[in-house]
């Protein structure tokens, strides 16, 4: 525990995620812990749904205790393909805008490593990595 609460003190964020199958989760973070953890913090429990690794988490809730941000959402799970999918058309939005070119052409930079990257054949010749 001491090397826990060492930890809490460093760090801005923790991430817990242990479980037990079939019994509640074990509290390895404890109230302690996270009053020593300095403004502004993060500590996010995966295994809220099973009573939470974090002593002072509130399963299915985002709180705030002692300045520290605590997400124990219990359906995190199913919130990640959204997330997942919005970055992923966030980012092939910026490559083909990186891309524009005339009205109707496409300008490839070879100069620039993520144009470079994501190119596999250039009139006609293989292209390698950057």
């Known amino acids: 525990m001491k090397l826990f609460h060492d930890q809490c003190k460093d760090v801005d964020i923790v991430i817990t995620t242990a479980l037990i199958p079939g019994k509640t ?21 995966l295994a809220a749904e099973a009573g939470g690794n974090i002593e002072t988490i509130t399963p299915g809730e985002l709180t705030v205790y002692n300045n520290v ?10 919130r990640l393909p959204t997330q997942a999918s919005t970055l992923y058309s966030n980012n092939l939005s910026k490559l083909l805008l990186s891309m524009q070119g005339t009205k109707d052409h496409y300008f490839l930079d070879m100069a620039d490593d993520v144009v470079r990257g994501s190119i596999v054949l250039n009139q006609g010749a293989t292209t390698s990595a950057p």
């Open 69 to 78: 941000t605590h997400i124990g959402y219990t359906d995190l799970p199913s």
């Open 25 to 45: 989760a074990p509290i390895l973070i404890k109230k302690y812990m996270i009053d020593d953890m300095k403004p502004g913090s993060v500590v996010v429990d």
